[in-house]
Structures are given as structure tokens and as C-alpha cells.
């Protein structure tokens, strides 16, 4: 990096640079809702593009796993 206005802070996270957009997106429109610690972060942070649609919508690509919670009140399935 040489000047550094180029570079794009989220690069760092790599595989996991789609979740940083979608915390950026939660703070832009609610600030608390993001943990305090990402506030310096996200305070002078302009991503340099928009991160793909499929993985902002959170759909798996090659070597992305997607974790689904399950609904509230239901039991995870067990094996008997």
C-alpha cells in the first residue's frame, strides 16, 4: 500500500469483508446497533465498492458458509 487512500480497510477481513459491509450498513442506520468497539472503525470508513449481491444477501459461495439460526421457541434437531 502505497498511499494509502486506495486501500480498502475491509480487505483485511478477506473471506469475511461481506460481514463488515453488513455491520457498516447496521451502523450507518443505527449506530448502537454494532458494538461500540467498531465506531472508530466505521467512523471515517468508505468502502471502495459494494460487496456482491448474493453474499450480501447472505447466499453461500465457493467457500463461504452461511450459519442460519434456527427460529425462536424450536429445538435444533438431535440425533437419536
Known amino acids: 500500500m502505497s498511499s494509502g487512500q486506495n486501500a ?3 480487505a483485511a ?4 469483508e461481506w460481514l ?4 457498516y450498513q447496521s451502523f450507518k442506520r443505527d449506530k ?3 458494538d461500540q468497539a467498531w465506531w472508530d472503525f ?3 470508513y468508505q468502502p471502495r465498492e459494494s460487496v456482491p449481491q448474493a453474499r450480501a444477501a447472505g447466499t ?3 467457500g463461504t458458509a ?10 435444533s434437531p438431535v440425533a437419536a
Open 13 to 16: 477481513f478477506g473471506p469475511n
Open 66 to 75: 452461511v450459519m442460519v439460526p434456527a427460529p425462536a421457541g424450536e429445538d
Open 42 to 44: 466505521f467512523a471515517d
Open 20 to 23: 463488515v459491509d453488513e455491520l
Open 8 to 10: 480498502d480497510p475491509a
Open 32 to 34: 448502537n446497533s454494532v
Open 60 to 62: 453461500a459461495t465457493a
